[in-house]
């Protein structure tokens, strides 16, 4: 499974983007799909997730900003992020895993397939 992200560029504080997912090759069974993010020198965080069903899970953290969602039919998920910030500026990463029932999941280590990022930079 290869997964492409799309969407990240520069923005001023106070705006927001869309990033887009796009999964392809051997899908032989549902994804559950997720957001995560790293900046330079920072440990990686997991962002949102959404399983099959459509079963979401946001971090605590980002107190509404960030919204994920999919198109289950496309294989795609995307992330709304609105009200940026600085401290938003980061690689933003897609990760995928067989869904097993298990929801939606907040955890990198639960995922087996990741994308090489797009970078969002929050200008002040």
């Known amino acids: 499974v290869q997964l492409v992200e799309s969407g990240g560029g520069l923005v001023q504080t106070g705006g927001s983007l869309k990033l887009s997912c796009e999964a392809s090759g051997n899908i032989e069974s549902d994804l559950s799909m997720a957001w995560f993010r790293q900046a330079p020198g920072q440990s990686r965080e997991g962002l949102a997730a959404?399983?099959?069903?459509?079963?979401?899970s946001h971090a605590d953290f980002l107190k509404g900003r960030f919204t994920i969602s999919q198109d289950n039919g496309r294989h795609t998920s995307y992330l709304h992020m609105s009200e940026l910030r600085p401290e938003d500026t980061a690689m933003y990463y897609c990760a995928a895993r067989r869904d097993i029932g298990y929801g939606p999941m907040l955890r990198g280590d639960d995922y087996s397939y990741w994308g090489r990022g797009t970078q969002v930079t929050v200008s002040s």
């Open positions: 959404v399983d099959s069903r459509g079963i979401t």
